[in-house]
């Protein structure tokens, strides 16, 4: 495996600081990953430019610096699968910044900015996937769509998952508590309701006493000794009179 101790002291400072450099300032659309343990093999997120038929996609791609770098440019390779004229089958970056326009004061950054530009216009003429760049000459539309497809299968960027579901579901749980709340308050409630001997109690009577029933024996004596008065009474003390009165007259 290959490790810092490949690389001369003096290459690996400046590599350290380049990578520093590009952690803290990320050219755009480009994120660099970044193993201080080996910085022979450089790894990049390159996010597929608007307007082109890389668009929303993610391409994970890594140079290989070799022992004598930078006096010999790097390799480059994508590492997500890719439909472009510039990039074979497997993976390999033909762009001439690599090869024959190598300088070794280009840097890492320039390196990079190159390939992702590589995404906006590419050069079937030096092409490496051939079928690309042919398909790229003769027919753009059906390019770009063979393109597409590779980026959506491929290099789709994942979205994050939205909680505006959640969110909506709570919303709609609080609108119903409050609209009942709402109802709850603004219908007028019900009195209690009371029982018969509840109220009875509370005015100081009792119902059966105010309308008596003839069945029940005593409530109607009760009833009929306070209909009749001291009348019913007077009565029967008439009658005993009258018979004392006979057996008075009887003795004479």
Not at 10 to 34: C, T
Not at 81 to 94: L, Q, R
Not at 189 to 200: N, Y
Not at 222 to 247: C, E, I, N, V
């Amino acid at each position: 495996m290959a490790t810092n101790e490949n690389l001369p002291p003096n290459v690996i400072r400046q590599l350290a600081k380049e990578l520093k450099n590009l952690d803290e300032s990320p050219p755009e659309g480009i994120n660099v990953i970044v193993n201080d343990d080996d910085f022979t093999t450089i790894f990049a997120d390159i996010e597929g430019p608007a307007g082109t038929p890389y668009e929303n996609g993610v391409f994970r791609m890594k140079l290989l610096l070799s022992r004598d770098f930078p006096q010999s440019p790097p390799k480059g390779f994508f590492l997500t699968k890719i439909f472009h004229p510039n990039i074979a089958t497997s993976g390999e970056i033909c762009v001439n910044t690599l090869k024959k326009d190598w300088n070794p004061g280009l840097g890492l950054r320039h390196v990079l900015l190159v390939v992702r530009c590589l995404l906006i216009e590419p050069f079937p003429e030096s092409a490496l996937n051939e079928q690309a760049g042919k398909m790229l000459l003769e027919n753009y539309e059906e390019y770009a769509r063979h393109a597409r497809l590779y980026t959506g299968i491929h290099a789709l960027k994942p979205k994050n998952k939205s909680k505006t579901g959640a969110i909506s579901e709570s919303t709609t749980a609080l609108n119903v508590d409050k609209s009942s709340s709402a109802s709850s308050e603004n219908t007028p409630s019900m009195p209690p309701a009371v029982s018969t001997s509840t109220s009875s109690r509370a005015f100081g009577t009792n119902l059966q006493d105010q309308n008596p029933t003839v069945s029940d024996p005593v409530v109607g004596a009760a009833a009929a000794r306070k209909k009749d008065g001291p009348m019913a009474s007077k009565a029967p003390l008439d009658k005993k009179k009258m018979d004392a009165r006979k057996k008075s007259l009887k003795r004479l």
